[in-house]
């Protein structure tokens, strides 16, 4: 019986890591490109600026950086739950 739990064990620590591994790879791939994503939409709107001003687009650049933070705050809140879950 003993030795059953000690193979059990094995297992959900060997699919444990293995799921940490992919997770890992790929929330942090997620982040990086919305992380990105976000700057570039801020870099893009600060170096047009007399141009987003001369249109009075203000309101929709706001709304499309404001659209790109949220983004890159559900993947954080992803990645934070992930490795809280891990940690159980």
Avoid: C, P, W
């Avoid at 799921?19 to 570039?40: D, K, L, P």
């Avoid at 949220?70 to 879950?85: C, N, P, S, T, Y």
Wanted: proline content about 0%; cysteine-free; glycine content about 6%.
């Amino acid at each position: 019986l003993r030795e059953g739990v000690d193979i059990n064990q094995a297992i959900m620590i060997l699919a444990e890591l293995t799921f940490a591994r992919y997770f890992y790879e790929q929330i942090g791939v997620e982040a990086s490109e919305t992380s990105a994503n976000s700057h570039q939409v801020a870099e893009e709107v600060i170096s047009t600026i007399r141009t987003v001003r001369s249109f009075a687009a203000e309101k929709r650049s706001s709304r499309r950086f404001a659209d790109a933070v949220d983004i890159e705050q559900r993947v954080a809140g992803k990645e934070a739950l992930g490795m809280f879950g891990l940690q159980l």
